[in-house]
C-alpha cells in the first residue's frame, strides 16, 4: 500500500478545544505509532482532509515524520473551495497550514457548499484515490466518521481495501503506553 487515508472524529467530538489538551498528545501518539507501522509497510503517500481533529493531527504529524522517512509525501483533499471559510480563526490557520505544508492540495469541487452530493463525491475520490484507510473511530460513540466507516465498509464489497482502525480501547492502550513513556523520559531525565 502507497496511498492511505486518515480520517476519524472531529476535535470537538472528542471534547478537544484547545491544542494542549492532554487528549491531543495521547491521539497523536497512537497516530504516529500506526502511520509509523504503515510506513514501514510501503506507505508514501499520507491522505487526508482538512477538519480539525485527526485530519489536521494527522497533516502535522505527516511533516513531522519527513525528518526520518523523506519518502513521505502528504496530501490534503478538502471537498469543497469555500471549505473552513466559516471556522473559528484558529481553525482557519490550522487549515491553512497544513494546506502550506502538503506536497499537494486540492479541493474535489469548485465553489462553496452546494449540498450533501459534494460530501459523498469527496469520499468517493478519496476511497478512488487511496489503497487503504486508517481511521479512529469507535462505533459504540457515534460521530461524523460513522459516514467514512459506513462508505469504506460499502467499497471494500467492490474491491479489496484494507482499513485499519483504532478504536476507544485502542486509545486507552496507547494513553498508558504515552503515560509509561513520560514517566520513564521523567524518571531518565
Request: proline content about 4%; glycine content about 8%.
Amino acid at each position: 500500500m502507497s496511498r492511505i487515508w486518515v480520517t476519524g472524529y472531529r476535535s470537538y467530538e472528542l471534547g478537544v478545544f484547545k491544542d494542549n489538551n492532554s487528549k491531543v498528545a495521547v491521539i497523536k501518539y497512537a497516530l504516529k505509532q500506526r502511520l509509523v507501522e504503515q510506513i514501514e509497510q510501503g506507505m508514501d503517500w499520507l491522505i487526508t482532509g482538512g477538519q480539525p481533529g485527526i485530519e489536521l493531527w494527522a497533516a502535522d504529524l505527516a511533516v513531522e515524520l519527513k525528518e526520518d522517512y523523506p519518502q513521505l509525501q502528504l496530501a490534503v483533499f478538502i471537498p469543497f473551495e469555500g471549505f473552513g471559510k466559516n471556522w473559528k480563526e484558529g481553525n482557519q490557520a490550522k487549515l491553512a497550514k497544513a494546506k502550506s505544508q502538503a506536497d499537494f492540495f486540492a479541493a474535489t469541487y469548485k465553489g462553496d457548499y452546494q449540498g450533501p452530493f459534494q460530501l459523498q463525491g469527496y469520499q468517493d475520490f478519496i476511497l478512488n484515490h487511496s489503497d487503504g484507510a486508517l481511521l479512529v473511530y469507535d462505533k459504540e460513540f457515534e460521530g461524523k466518521p460513522a459516514y467514512d466507516d459506513r462508505a469504506m465498509t460499502t467499497f471494500q464489497e467492490k474491491a479489496p481495501y484494507p482499513v485499519s482502525r483504532i478504536d476507544m480501547e485502542d486509545l486507552q492502550e496507547y494513553a498508558n503506553d504515552y503515560q509509561e513513556a513520560v514517566n520513564e523520559a521523567r524518571w531518565n531525565g
